[in-house]
Each structure stands twice: as structure tokens, then as C-alpha cells.
């Protein structure tokens, strides 16, 4: 990682950030701004993302597989090259629906103080 002097830009490279599996078969890395997070989540095949809501804004783009999101009453497939937008306390969840792994990206905007996974499973509403 490249650290300015607070006058540039913080680089790094996803290769280099920390990987954590926040459920079984997803895979999560995160670089946080001062305002917004970018996630990086890797599926496995047949993986699930349990339903959550939290009070920041998501846009999730899809870089490769398919997958279901369930965003409120809504249900809606995604490919690559693909985006949603997710309004901050709208209860939603993902499940990979091929049998191929799926690449998304994710940008939260204000910055989360809690990421969903299985060790706050509890507190669905800063999931």
C-alpha cells in the first residue's frame, strides 16, 4: 500500500488487502474512504447471502457469474456488466444461481461501521 502525505491518493492493490469468508462460499475484501467503502465479494457456487438491511446506500456492480438478489419484494438475476442500486434500509440478500463463481463489486455510501456476516448474523439491522 501507497500512503501520500494526505495530499494524494491511498493505492493498493485487492491482492494485497486482507481476506475474510463472512459466510460459507463468500469471500469479502474492503477498502475503506473517509466517506464510502468499496467491497470486493468472491461466491462460490451455490452460495447465500442472508437477507439484511443497513442505512447506507449500495451499488453492486457484477464483474463475472450470475446471481439473485432480493432486494424488498423484488427479485432480479444479474450478469456481468450488470448494476443495482440498493436505497439505504431496504432488506435484501444474493444467492449465486449457477453453478459458477460470482465477482461483484460493492460501494457503501456513508461508510459502514458493521459488514454482515456470520458473526453478527444476529444484528440484522446494521447487517
Known amino acids: 500500500m501507497i500512503v501520500p502525505d494526505g495530499t494524494g491518493p491511498v493505492v493498493t492493490s485487492w491482492d494485497d488487502l486482507p481476506t475474510t469468508e463472512v459466510y460459507p462460499g463468500i469471500k469479502r475484501q474492503i477498502q475503506s474512504g473517509s466517506r464510502q467503502d468499496m467491497v470486493r465479494y468472491r461466491y462460490e457456487p451455490g452460495s447465500v447471502f442472508p437477507e439484511h438491511s ?67 448474523a444476529s444484528n440484522r439491522s446494521n447487517g
Open 54 to 120: 443497513h442505512p447506507q446506500e449500495q451499488i453492486t456492480v457484477v464483474v463475472s457469474g450470475r446471481i439473485r438478489f432480493k432486494v424488498g419484494e423484488t427479485v432480479v438475476d444479474l450478469g456481468p456488466g450488470q448494476v443495482a442500486v440498493i436505497p439505504p434500509n431496504t432488506p435484501h440478500g444474493a444467492e449465486v444461481v449457477e453453478g459458477h463463481p460470482v465477482e461483484t463489486f460493492n460501494a457503501f455510501s456513508p461508510c459502514r461501521s458493521i459488514m454482515p456476516s456470520i458473526d453478527n
